[in-house]
């Protein structure tokens, strides 16, 4: 039997056995047939054009999902900005409703000072005739001396101008709060300059006039404050000095004094009007308790 026929009855090794005929080496690389390989077709990159309708639809889509969040975000700032306008308003009605309380003691004050300078004619007379019987003087001292002042409550109003508040107010609450404070700012303006000045007057011409051992007792304030001295005898003169013209110059300045104290309580009751026609308004507006 030939070497060939000896091969060819060999049983064939199975597909991925240990015995896979190995091709032999005196095999030709030319008899060695490569096998077709197959050919992929890539798909087709080219996508069929949208029509118009189909842009629009998504155009739309879009559209509406950005108004509807838009909308959404200003609906939650109109809310939340409401809820504050709400505070605000409430906060400037407390802080409306201790002025007037202050307003009304200063008004009383002023108005009780007011009822005892305005005798300074009848005190000028009998001064005039007799330097010591300087008793009148006590009361008119006693007024002239010192002075209450007012002081706004604007905490709610320092909130506002530093958190920029007043766009979360309509214009007419805005516009009413503002001329409140400008006509605080008037009587204030008054009372730093024109008031202030009478009465630096009427002091510094009364520390000239009056007699230190009878008006020191005065400076104490269990004497002066604790006991009424309208109407008290009190023994000496207030006068140092027997000078009429200094004791003139003095009640002329007590009456500008005077005035001047009157001017003072009409701002100060222009200011509480103002305060309780605000307060009137927020509370039927803003339906406040």
């Known amino acids: 039997m030939t070497e060939e026929e000896d091969i060819l009855k060999q049983p064939l090794p199975e597909e991925g056995s240990a015995g896979a005929i190995v091709q032999d080496a005196s095999i030709s690389p030319s008899e060695t047939k490569t096998p077709d390989m197959e050919v992929h077709h890539h798909p087709d990159l080219h996508h069929k054009r949208k029509n118009f309708r189909e842009y629009f639809l998504e155009f739309l889509m879009i559209f509406l999902a950005v108004t509807m969040g838009f909308i959404a975000e200003n609906v939650r700032e109109y809310i939340t900005d409401g809820h504050k306008e709400k505070q605000y308003v409430f906060s400037l009605y407390e802080d409306l409703q201790v002025d007037t309380v202050k307003i009304t003691q200063l008004i009383n ?11 300074m004619n009848t005190c000028y007379d009998t001064v005039s005739k007799n330097l010591k019987a300087t008793s ?30 007043f766009r979360l107010l309509s214009k007419e609450d805005a516009d009413s709060i503002l001329l409140y404070e400008s006509m605080f700012r008037q009587y204030e303006d008054f009372q730093r300059t024109i008031f202030q000045e009478a009465q630096d007057n009427v002091r510094n011409t009364l520390n000239f006039l009056a007699d230190f051992k009878v008006n020191f007792p005065l ?35 007590l009456a500008l004094y005077l005035r001047t104290t009157k001017a003072q309580r009409n701002l100060l009751a222009d200011l509480k009007d103002k305060a309780a026609q605000l307060m009137v308004f927020y509370k039927n507006k803003h339906h406040l308790d």
């Open 109 to 119: 004050y002023d108005d009780e000072k007011i009822s005892v300078l305005s005798h």
């Open 136 to 165: 009148c003087m006590g009361a008119l001292i006693k007024y002239s001396k010192t002075n209450r002042t007012f002081q706004l409550t604007d905490r709610t109003l320092r909130q506002l101008a530093n958190a920029g508040g």
């Open 219 to 253: 400076q104490n304030p269990v004497t002066w404050w604790g006991k009424d001295t309208t109407h008290t005898d009190l023994s000496g003169s207030f006068l140092f000095s027997d000078d009429r013209v200094l004791l003139n110059r003095w009640f002329n300045e």
